[in-house]
């Protein structure tokens, strides 16, 4: 029934609608000389509007993509959003997301500027461009998504797409550990830990290391308790405790760590 109706939008649309690009106007040949010359023949070059349209209607998916840019091209929105939304009932379901996110980003929707980024960042749905994924994931951070911080932060801390700051990645993992409601958070606690653990982009403080790893252990990021069972092993911002480090080390293999497992094995001994 969607596709059905999709088709329905979106045929009725195309047909009261025209493409902008201009056709030629025919030219007269003027032959000034009494010699016999053979007529030139005008190259009628193909209307990418028509072409995209007709393959839209004819179910193709990526004619359905073609039709989606070009109406962004033309700021008709909805028309593109159809478009894209065909193209993902006709098989190319990265591509229509991809084109779909595009559009409800120069909307202001938030979470679709994030997940623009990420498609972007992934390559899905089209090439990957690291640079544009920097522009969508920053459009969603100022939009007050929180959970496209930690995502800023991996492209600043590689050097992805333009500038590489280990101060501003760490910048960015802290405040998604401070501030986003969402799991994902956790990961982003325990790489704000290791970049305050290592010293990179940051004076280097096991103190506060330690705290990001506490916060990114208790939500049950297994990882983070295996470094934090480290830190109390070595006494590292914390006081020197080997049952303490068990502990933290169990549970980190309770959660799924493998490394975690090792150590406390090693602990035990």
């Known amino acids: 029934m969607k596709k059905i109706f999709s088709s329905i939008i979106l045929l009725t649309i195309i047909n009261g609608c025209n493409g902008t690009t201009p056709k030629p106007e025919s030219k007269k040949i003027v032959d000034n000389t009494k010699e016999v010359k053979s007529p030139k023949v005008e190259v009628k070059k193909e209307d990418p509007f028509e072409v995209a349209k007709q393959s839209c209607l004819a179910k193709n998916a990526q004619g ?42 120069l909307e202001k929707n938030a979470k679709s500027c994030g997940m623009l980024g990420y498609y972007l960042e992934e390559g899905k749905g089209g090439s990957q461009d690291y640079k544009f994924a920097r522009l969508a994931y920053q459009q969603a951070i100022d939009l007050e998504d929180t959970s496209s ?13 333009g500038e590489r700051s280990q101060f501003k990645a ?7 550990c401070n501030l986003s409601s969402e799991k994902l958070k956790y990961e982003n606690c325990f ?69 975690a497992c090792e150590n406390y094995a090693k602990n035990n001994r």
Do not use: P
Request: proline share 0%.
């Open 191 to 259: 790489n704000a830990g290791n970049k305050y653990a290592d010293g990179k982009g940051v004076r280097q403080d096991n103190f506060k290391a330690v705290k990001f790893y506490q916060k990114a252990c208790i939500g049950g990021y297994a990882e983070s308790c295996n470094s934090l069972g480290w830190m109390y092993k070595y006494g590292k911002g914390v006081r020197q405790s080997n049952s303490t480090a068990q502990m933290y080390y169990g549970k980190g293999c309770d959660l799924g760590s493998d490394l």
């Open 64 to 105: 359905c993509i073609d039709f989606g840019w070009i109406m962004v091209e033309q700021e008709d929105y909805d028309l593109a959003k159809t478009a894209f939304n065909l193209s993902y009932d006709y098989g190319d379901k990265d591509g229509g997301m991809r084109g779909s996110y595009y559009v409800e980003c």
């Open 170 to 176: 760490t910048k960015l993992f802290e405040k998604s």
């Open 149 to 161: 911080l930690g995502s800023l932060a991996h492209l600043y801390s590689k050097g992805l797409g």
